[in-house]
């Protein structure tokens, strides 16, 4: 869970800065551009640390949350240079080849716009501000609240928001990822395969032990047992 705040407002003016610190301990990055300030706070899950954000062909890229495709999960290769990568080849449809969940934040220097990239479900949270030129998008409401005074937003799942710096204007549009939606399946078997996959490419790089905290339902025992049929270390906690 990692913490972005991306604005142009003067420093003073951005309350609740701090919390952002508490979302990410383990590397701090600020950079301003042009008027553009980018603060990111990193918490890294997985083995490695690459600060953020990352630039390469006159784009800057940042994000919170994990991406799961095996170029990064089984080498070196940093997501965040994965993600900007994918953008650069396939433009706006690189979120197809993204596995993972996320907030994706893309600077084009040369063009000078803003983009926000949310996930199927919008697992990640971006709340944002835009009015006379001012802007402010962040992971923490309260930080955009305070300037909004009531107008805040919050960018919906499946969604990419562009915002032109040169004329101020906002465009958000919906994301296709290209899922089948058509029910063919009469068995468990492919959801099981689906399930375990899950679960292995989510917990088989992480550098911190593993905790599942039990309940008396289905899913954590779920989570449990691919766990040991995948034979990834992990403990267990009930009360």
């Given amino acids: 869970m990692c913490s972005l705040l991306v604005h142009n407002t003067d420093e003073e003016d951005v309350p609740y800065e701090h919390l952002h610190k ?10 301003t551009v042009g008027q553009v300030l980018i603060n990111h706070y990193l918490l890294s899950i997985k083995k490695g640390i690459c600060l953020q954000p990352f630039y390469k062909n ?3 890229c940042a ?20 993600i900007l990568d994918a953008f650069l080849e396939h433009k706006f449809d ?8 996320f907030l994706i934040f893309i600077y084009d220097v040369k063009g000078n716009k803003l983009h926000f990239f949310s996930d199927t479900f919008g697992i990640k949270p971006l709340f944002y501000y835009v009015n006379n030129h001012k802007f402010i998008f962040s992971s923490i409401r309260k930080t955009v609240d305070c300037i909004s ?3 805040t937003k919050k960018l919906p799942p499946n969604s990419h928001l562009e915002l032109d710096l040169y004329t101020n204007s906002v465009v958000l549009r919906h994301l296709d ?13 492919l959801w099981y395969e689906a ?3 899950s679960i292995e490419k989510r917990f088989s790089n992480c ?17 449990v047992s691919a766990l040991n049929q995948l034979n990834i270390k992990h403990h267990t906690m009930t009360f």
Avoid: M
């Fill in 22 to 31: 508490y979302r990410g301990s383990d590397g701090f990055s600020k950079l």
């Fill in 58 to 60: 006159e784009f800057l």
């Fill in 63 to 82: 994000f919170n949350g994990e991406v799961y495709n095996k170029t990064c999960t089984e080498s070196n290769y940093s997501e965040t240079e994965f």
């Fill in 94 to 101: 690189f979120i197809k080849h993204v596995d993972g969940e």
């Fill in 149 to 151: 005074k009531g107008s």
């Fill in 177 to 189: 990822h290209g899922f089948n939606f058509i029910q063919k399946i009469s068995s468990y078997e």
């Fill in 195 to 197: 399930f375990l996959n």
């Fill in 207 to 223: 550098k911190w032990d593993i905790v599942v905290p039990l309940s008396s339902g289905h899913d954590s025992g779920a989570i």
